[in-house]
Nanobody
Framework: QVQLVESGGGLVQAGGSLRLSCAAFELTFSTHAMAWFRQAPGKEREFVAT????????VYRDSVKGRFTISRNNAKNTVYLQMNSLKPEDTAVYYC?????????????????WGRGTQVTVSS
């Protein structure tokens, strides 16, 4: 059974940094695009970033471009989200997601597997 396990969330002041990790189990990691989504209280879940199976292609939502970096280590079956210059509006539960892709692309939709999330809280 596929499992995605996020870690690295926490409380940080505005302007600070956090690095989220997501470890994948029972998944052929190198054939799956990976992504991070987030959901703030009272809001719908939204796409944050995605990375192709090789790591060669990435896509970001506009509001995190230049501040967040998604990366992956296929040898460790792990995807990361480095978050810098955090803002209070980044406060949310962050979810890791995976989907199979036949090609080395980074689509921001139709993810099949999901983690349980990790809370990120940015204080002003």
């Amino acid at each position: 059974q596929v499992q995605l396990v996020e870690s690295g969330g926490g409380l940080v002041q505005a302007g600070g940094s956090l690095r989220l990790s997501c470890a994948a189990f029972e998944l052929t990691f190198s054939t799956h695009a990976m992504a991070w989504f987030r959901q703030a209280p009272g809001k719908e879940r939204e796409f944050v970033a995605t990375i192709s199976r090789s790591g060669g292609s990435t896509v970001y939502r506009d509001s995190v471009k230049g501040r967040f970096t998604i990366s992956r280590n296929n040898a460790k079956n792990t995807v990361y989200l480095q978050m810098n210059s955090l803002k209070p509006e980044d406060t949310a539960v962050y979810y890791c997601a995976a989907r199979y892709t036949a090609q080395d692309v980074a689509p921001p939709y139709e993810f099949v597997y999901w983690g349980r999330g990790t809370q990120v809280t940015v204080s002003s």
